[in-house]
């Protein structure tokens, strides 16, 4: 599976922008997907995920209610709708897949990294305050 993620710019505190990330490789909708971020001399945080129908939905506390997961399957292309944007959500932002649901085992941590197989290169958020 190749990822690019796009979208990312520079934006004023409670502004909005649209992640995209456009996958080949692979049946889109046979797997999960993710956002992750990360800054500079922090851990890759987890941001997002939704399953390869469409659910479930996950958000990290920190984003809950001002993001959005979608995707689009008949466009290979998943989305992160954010809202109200917050000096702190200024990062480098990553989309990732899973390998589908035949992989996930009891223990599947959807909100981890080593969750997911393949990854994007990053698209870089801004918030100015």
């Known amino acids: 599976v190749q990822l690019q993620a796009s979208g990312g710019g520079l934006v004023q505190a409670g502004g909005s922008l649209r992640l995209s990330c456009a996958a080949s490789?692979?049946?889109?909708?046979?797997?999960?997907m993710g956002w992750f971020r990360q800054t500079p001399g922090k851990e890759r945080e987890f941001v997002a995920r939704i399953g390869w129908s469409g659910a479930p939905l996950y958000y990290a506390d920190s984003v809950k209610g001002r993001f959005t997961i979608s995707r689009d399957n008949a466009k290979n292309t998943v989305y992160l709708q954010m809202n109200s944007l917050k000096p702190e959500d200024t990062a480098v932002y990553f989309c990732a897949a899973d390998s589908g649901p035949a992989t996930y085992g009891t223990r599947f941590n959807p909100r981890a990294g080593p969750s997911y197989d393949y990854w994007g290169k990053g698209t870089l958020v801004t918030v100015s305050s």
């Open positions: 490789g692979r049946t889109f909708g046979s797997y999960g």
